[in-house]
């Protein structure tokens, strides 16, 4: 996968996915949650973001190494 577009392309969906977990985040921070469930459901989204974001860049590092 060296094409360079297709790194771009990675590299603006990590830049996304970490722009909601950053969002994400602050919000937990600020206390913006009302429930416990609505906490829950912030962090399961934020660890759900976490694991893209991880999948993302292990797919983009084992397709350098086979290059």
């Known amino acids: 996968m060296s094409d360079p577009s297709v790194h771009a392309f990675a590299d603006e969906c ?3 996915i970490r722009t909601y977990m950053n969002e994400l985040t602050d919000n937990v921070a600020l206390g913006s949650a009302k429930t416990f469930e609505e906490y829950q459901r912030t962090v ?3 660890e759900g973001l976490a694991i893209a974001e991880r999948e ?3 797919l983009l590092n084992l397709s350098s190494e086979e290059d």
């Open 14 to 16: 990590r830049k996304i």
């Open 44 to 46: 399961g989204q934020i």
């Open 56 to 58: 993302l860049l292990n």
